[in-house]
Structure formats: C-alpha cells, structure tokens
C-alpha cells in the first residue's frame, strides 16, 4: 500500500521560535497533500490543502501567515508554524492523495507530536 | 459534504463481530462512504469505501443500507489491535478537492 512518512514524529521547541514539519509520499507521487491538527481527545480538522506548483488553500480560521504550506514536489510537502506559541501544540497530520489511481482514497502520514515550551 | 452521526463509543468482546453504525441521512446519489480509524497516537488508516453496493475487503464489509441514510462498518473477528476510533466519512471524490473532513467517530473497546 501506498505509505506517507513525517519528519520529525516529536518535536519540543521554545515559543516564538519556528519548527518545520516534513510530509513524503515514499511510493507515490501526490499532487495534492492535506494538513490536519488534532488536539488531545478531539478529531481531526483540516488545516490546508497543498497543491503541488500552486498556494496552499486554508480551512476557515487557519491563519495562513502562522502555518506557512510548500509543496515545491509530487512528493514533498512542508508546513512550517512560524512564531509558535504553547497553544500551537498539538499533534499534526499530512495525508496525501495518490494521483494515479481514482479511488480518492487519501493516505495518511503518522503524525507529528509539536509541544511549544 | 454530508453530515454523519456516529455513537460516542462501543465495547465488543475479542472474537466477536463489531458492528459499528453510522447516519448519514442527508448524503446524495455522488457521495460515497469511507471508514477510516485512528489507533491511539497514530495517523487514521484507511479501512474501506463504497457508493451503494456492500464492499468487503480483507480488513472489514460495509453495509449501506437501500435508502443509502445509513451504514454499518463490521469487523468480523475483533481483535484487542482494533481498538481504535472509528470515522465514517461521507463524501464525493470529484467535488471539494478530496477533502476529508472528520466527525468526532466511534471509540471501540475491544475487550479480552
């Protein structure tokens, strides 16, 4: 099956500073990757969708400026959250939809533990 | 994209079948419906889909009801790993640019 890597799984940094997370489709190429967060004991909600070549489209309520979105391949996106703050921690999830099959089925990466100090 | 209606959680006994329902009274005819589930800490796993027809695969059968208002997910042996939450995602693929947006799902106890 299609797999979706994350770098780095956890990650502590210091508020006001920057941390990078990295989403890979390892077998496949994605024109599309989507950014989920999720806080303890709540589902999923849909950050921004990642279209390779183009901007990045944000959910409602998604400061764009805070949660910077490159897709600069068909297998690499990256969402950096700028200027983090300790309620920016949370647990972060890419997924990405393989382009060459029409299942529409998405593929989901294992996550990212941020905790901003 | 259609609204979905799951039960907060279920316990089932390992071994026995886990018949896990979901509402979607308001879905239309281009809609499909997807299960995924989230083990603790992990990313969501794609279990299976279908449009009108019941689907089975090696992980699980989905049961879409005639009117399409409903569906129930079942897992046929459970096992202590498929503790999960459990998602049921109604959904067109061509429209809203595959996006998935999640309910709050089902919280399934398996237990010894």
């Known amino acids: 099956g299609a797999v979706v890597s994350q770098h780095p799984s956890r990650v502590i940094c210091k508020s006001g500073t920057s941390v990078k997370i990295e989403c890979r489709s390892l077998?496949?190429?994605?024109?599309?990757m989507f950014w989920y967060r999720q806080f303890p004991k709540q589902s999923l909600m849909l950050m921004a969708t990642?279209?390779?070549?183009?901007?990045?489209?944000?959910e409602q309520g998604v400061e764009k400026d805070k949660f910077l979105i490159n897709h600069a391949s068909l297998t690499l996106s990256t969402l950096t959250v700028t200027s983090a703050h300790p309620e920016d921690s949370s647990f972060y999830i890419c997924?990405?939809?393989?382009?060459?099959?029409?299942?529409?089925?998405?593929?989901f990466g294992p996550g990212t533990r941020l905790t901003v100090t | 994209d259609a609204k979905t209606t799951q039960p907060p959680s279920m316990d089932c006994a390992e071994g026995r079948a886990a018949n896990l329902p979901c509402n979607h009274s308001?879905?239309?005819?281009?809609?499909?419906v997807y299960w995924y589930r989230q083990i603790h800490s992990q990313g969501p796993q794609y279990i299976i889909h279908?449009?009108?027809n019941n689907e089975t695969n090696e992980m699980a059968s989905l049961i879409i009801t005639e009117d399409r208002k409903s569906s129930t997910l079942i897992l046929p042996h459970a096992t202590l790993r498929d503790t999960a939450v459990y998602y049921c995602?109604?959904?067109?693929?061509?429209?809203?640019?595959?996006?998935?947006?999640f309910g709050s799902g089902t919280k399934l106890n398996v237990k010894p």
């Open positions: 997924s990405a939809r393989d382009r060459q099959w029409s299942s529409y089925e998405q593929y």
């Open positions: 077998d496949f190429q994605a024109t599309t």
């Open positions: 990642s279209n390779e070549g183009s901007k990045a489209t944000y």
């Open positions: 308001t879905i239309s005819g281009n809609e499909y």
């Open positions: 279908g449009l009108k």
């Open positions: 995602i109604v959904r067109s693929p061509r429209y809203n640019f595959n996006k998935f947006y």
